[in-house]
């Protein structure tokens, strides 16, 4: 069953910005990233989800119920985390907190404090006072702390550091194991490639491509570097693999294969002589780079 259906949703800002036509389909339980650069329509679409807009044509729903229509009746089953973040400056990251728990009607705070230990944030300082990263802790808190049945991220891990930034797909990879579905907007590859099942990539506010995170793994060719110790392993090599990359100066190989062929490179290398063999990752920005012309600003 879908929690998230978007059906042709459209808004035009008159300015060649917006979103236009763009239909998803988000699975209860799944991670669903979102891809884009900046200006894309990934923070526009989040926000039709949040109900702050109201489509041109098109819908978005949730659970069966319109984002626009029915916000008030939504807010209670969602964790928002939005990609600019607008705090009030005259209180304490702890007081916003709590001011925020009540209104949502929470009464124990036990897990809101297990996440300001698990993120290493006392959030007892003035917010207008906080970095950008502790700022992003708070509002990645606000999000998680009533364990809601759906998250839209937007932008989750922007302003942390390294260590946060892998705290924090682990707290997703928490949820999404606990069966929240996520929709996971984020210009961090390794985050989208780590957690997510789906992936749809938005240009210019029209969705281009959508794909199975598990058949990209997949499908992408291998690619090996290696070094031969004999001369005449190389020449077999290069007969059963024409295709293969050599560099004569410092004698390094580099073959890439589909899956269709490891046996056949497998059974090639083992009558080799080596000298080492070692296997490269392709990413998922090199897919997404596709679809952009190189840039992968997101």
């Not at 606990?178 to 997510?196: D, P, Q, Y």
Request: charged content about 30%.
């Amino acid at each position: 069953m879908s929690v998230i259906v978007l059906d042709k949703l459209t808004k035009d800002f008159k300015n060649g910005r917006g979103v236009f036509d763009v239909s998803i389909s988000v699975k209860r339980g799944e991670c669903y990233g979102f891809l884009g650069p900046n200006g894309a329509g990934k923070s526009t679409t989040m926000r039709h989800l949040m109900g702050f807009y109201q489509p041109q044509s098109g819908s978005a729903t949730i659970d069966g119920l319109n984002c626009w229509r029915d916000q008030k009746q939504l807010q209670s089953k969602i964790g928002y985390l939005p990609g600019e973040i607008a705090f009030p400056v005259d209180m304490t990251g702890k007081n916003y907190i709590r001011m925020i728990a009540k209104m949502r009607g929470m009464k124990d705070l036990s897990y809101e404090k297990e996440l300001e230990d698990f993120f290493e944030i006392n959030p007892a300082s003035e917010l207008r006072r906080m970095s950008k990263g502790m700022k992003q802790k708070v509002g990645i808190i606000l999000a998680f702390m009533h364990k809601p049945e759906l998250l839209l991220l937007d932008e989750p891990s922007s302003g942390l550091d390294p260590l946060m930034q892998s705290k924090f797909i682990e707290l997703m990879e928490r949820f999404k194991k606990a069966g929240t579905t996520i929709l996971l907007s984020s210009h961090m590859f390794e985050e989208v490639e780590r957690t997510c099942d789906r992936i749809g990539i938005i240009k210019n506010g029209r969705m281009i491509q959508e794909i199975n995170a598990t058949e990209l793994r997949h499908s992408r060719l291998k690619t090996f570097e290696l070094e031969c110790e004999e001369e005449a392993d190389l020449n077999k090599l290069l007969v059963q693999f024409p295709k293969m990359l050599y560099d004569r100066q410092t004698r390094i190989v580099r073959i890439s294969v589909p899956d269709s062929r490891i046996n056949e490179l497998i059974a090639a290398l083992s009558v080799c002589r080596l000298r080492y063999l070692k296997e490269e990752k392709h990413t998922l920005e090199e897919y997404f780079m596709q679809f952009y012309g190189g840039k992968s600003n997101v």
